[in-house]
C-alpha cells in the first residue's frame, strides 16, 4: 500500500477512536482545559462573571458546540471536521502548488 | 488551549490577528514557491492529523484536561510554514464550527499552536537531528524532543496572553473583565499540565509516526 493510503487509513482508525477523548476525562470527573471554562464552571471558580467574558462568549453560535457530547455525534464531528478541512486544504492546495 | 471569545480582550485579541497576517502571508507564499503538486494530499493529510488529535482530550484525575497537537510532526513532514497553513486550517474549522476556541481569540490561538509551536518544535528537532541519517533513531528522538518543547513553548505563549488579561483590564473595583488569572497563576497551570504530561503525549506520538515512517518511506521526512 502506498504510505499517504496507509497514512489515511490511520487517519480514519483515529476518527472512530475519537471518543476515548470524550470517554477518558468524564471516567475521571475532569472539568474543562484550563482557561476554557463554560459561563457556570467559570462563576463557580472565581465567584463573579467577568463582564468581557459575559459579553463576547456569546458573541459565535457554533453549529455543533464541543463536537457533539456523546460517543456517536463525537465520531460523526470528526468525520464531518476532517472532510470539511481536507476540501478546504485541497482548494488552498490548488492556488498554492506547482505543476512538475 | 484553545482560547474561547472573551478571555481575551478585543484589543488582544485583535493584536493577534495583526501579527499573524503577515505570517500566513509570508507562509502562502513560501508554501507556492516549495510546494509540489503530489504533495498536497500530506498537506490535507497533516491538516487532517493535527483537527483529529486535538480531540483526544486527555484527563488530569479531578482537574482539567488538555490534547496534543502533533504540529512539529506535520512540520517534520512539509516544514514549518507549511505547519502553519495546515494547523491554521485545522483551528479555524475548529473554532467555526464547534465552537472550540473563540473566533475573536483564531489570531491568538493560530500564534500558539500554529506559528509558535511548529517553528519552535521544528527548529528543536533540526538543531538535535544536525545531518544524522534519515532513518537514525537520534533523527526520531530529536523530533520526540522537539515536539515536547514546541507544545510547551505553545503553552508558555498561550500562559501569558489570559496571564496577562487582569493587568491590561479591569474594573475600578478590581474585577476582571477578561480572564480573571494572572501571571502567577496562569503560568504554571499552562505550563506544569503540558511539561508533566500533554508535552510527553506530543513527543510520544511524533516519536512512534517518525520511526514508523523512517522504515515506511524516509524520503517523506525532512
Partial sequence: MRTINKLWLFIAV????TPIGLILPAHFKSGAAWGEWGLDEL????????EGIEKFSRLWSAPIPNYGSSGISYIISAAL???IVIT????IGKFLSRKE | MHIPDGYLSPQTGGFFYLVMAPLWIAA???????LKARQVPYLAFGASFVFVVMMFNIPIPGGSTGHAVGGTLVAILLGPWAAMIMITVALVVQALLFGDGGITAIGANC???AFILPFAGYYIYKFISMNS?????????????????????AALSTGIQFGIQPLLHHTSDGKALYCPYGLNIALPAMLLEHMLL????????????????????PGLIL
Fill in chain 1, 14 to 17: 483515529l476518527i472512530i477512536l
Fill in chain 1, 43 to 50: 462563576r463557580k471558580l472565581i465567584g463573579y462573571m467577568p
Fill in chain 1, 81 to 83: 471536521g476532517i472532510f
Fill in chain 1, 88 to 91: 478546504s486544504v485541497f482548494l
Fill in chain 2, 28 to 34: 502562502s507564499k513560501i508554501v507556492k514557491r516549495n
Fill in chain 2, 111 to 113: 500564534f500558539n499552536m
Fill in chain 2, 133 to 153: 541519517a534519515k532513518d537514525s533513531f537520534r533523527r526520531a528522538l530529536a523530533a520526540g524532543i522537539g515536539a515536547y518543547f514546541g507544545l510547551n513553548t
Fill in chain 2, 198 to 217: 500533554f508535552g510527553w503525549l506530543e513527543a510520544i506520538i511524533t516519536f512512534l509516526v517518525i520511526r514508523y515512517l523512517q522504515k515506511d518511506d
